[in-house]
């Protein structure tokens, strides 16, 4: 994933080495170009829109370090808004609730949500320790009921027998109950997915989530989606309290926009990204490292972390000194403490 988005990012990173200086024309044009690969990279227009404004805004009047060129400087703000972008950290997922805790995973046909529910039983038995029932409300798609149960099989954790005669509903709240009765940590609960957003599906996710009351309520997205991710974000958004996001498929030949975009559309942060179909493969998205890995900064940001922190050293060795003379705290040396803060 991010491939093509990479080589063109990288492209203008290398461009901006070189710079001793930035001018309007060059700062343009490197906007430009970034607005280019994002949009070619299927990020949503809106999303786009405000992240080179933001960008631009930093860039206007900003105070250059002087051990940084004004290409390094223009380089990490770009790698800290595509942080921002994407979330600024890694959020947990949450499971702080009266035992057993609901998840809820939604979204639309060959998202992978099925397979997601087992990935993150796995996960949750492995690194929560926690014991888990996995549960499909999936009644259109029998085959899915099924594979859910192989998944909890392969995994090793409970799975709810779901009948595909009874309504969506009712097996959520048999698979609550169930929960509730052998003492589970934590209920995962598939959901139907459509080919497209209809009001029937929509309705009737509403009602499984009235019912299950979830603490964690996952919109699973498919990374190679583009566009149609970014609309299904928004109808899902609007017709559930969705609480993070789950991105599939990261490993194909996909260009990048949906993770770029759902995040921002939604509000939520992206808490896992899934690789492949091994059960092992799903893992907590890290922001700060998926945007150095977009931008093939690892060398270029090292060079400007140590720069920044050997300045920092230097000021805080200059003020104890300062200090140490009896010298008077000036307003100079206040805005510098106030810039490490």
Known sequence: MFDKLSERLQGVIENLRG?????EENIND?????????????????????????????????????????????????????IALMGAGVRPINLRAQPPAV?????LQGAGKTTSAGKLAKWLKEHERKKVLLASTDVHRPAAILQLERLAAQVEVGFFPSDPKKSAVTL?????????????????????????????????????????????????????????????????????????VVLTKTDGDARGGAALSV??????????????????????????????????????????????????????????????KGKDFDLEDLHDQLQQV
């Open 19 to 23: 710079r001793g200086r930035l001018t």
């Open 30 to 82: 490197t906007m430009r170009q970034v607005r280019m690969a994002l949009l070619e990279a299927d990020v949503a227009l809106p999303v786009v829109k405000t992240f080179i404004d933001t960008i631009r805004s930093k860039v206007v009047g900003m105070e250059i370090d002087k051990s940084l060129t004004p290409g390094q400087a223009l380089v990490r703000i770009i790698h800290e808004e595509l």
């Open 103 to 107: 998840v809820l995973l939604a979204g």
């Open 172 to 244: 959520a709240r048999e698979a609550l109950e169930e929960a509730r009765r052998s003492l589970y940590d934590v209920l995962i609960v598939d959901t139907a997915g459509r080919l497209h957003v209809d009001e029937e599906m929509m309705s009737e996710v509403r009602e499984i989530s009235a019912v299950v009351q979830p603490v964690e309520t996952l919109f699973v997205v498919d990374s190679m989606a583009g566009q149609d991710a970014v609309n299904a974000a928004r109808a899902f958004g609007e017709a559930l309290t969705l609480t993070g």
């Open 263 to 324: 995040r921002q559309i939604t509000g939520q942060p992206i808490l896992f990204m899934g690789t492949g179909e091994k059960l092992d493969g799903l893992e907590p998205f890290h922001p700060d490292r998926v945007a150095s890995r977009i931008l093939g900064m690892g060398d270029v940001l090292s060079l400007v972390e140590d720069v920044t922190r050997t300045v920092d050293r230097e000021r805080a060795e200059k003020l104890a000194r300062k200090l140490k």
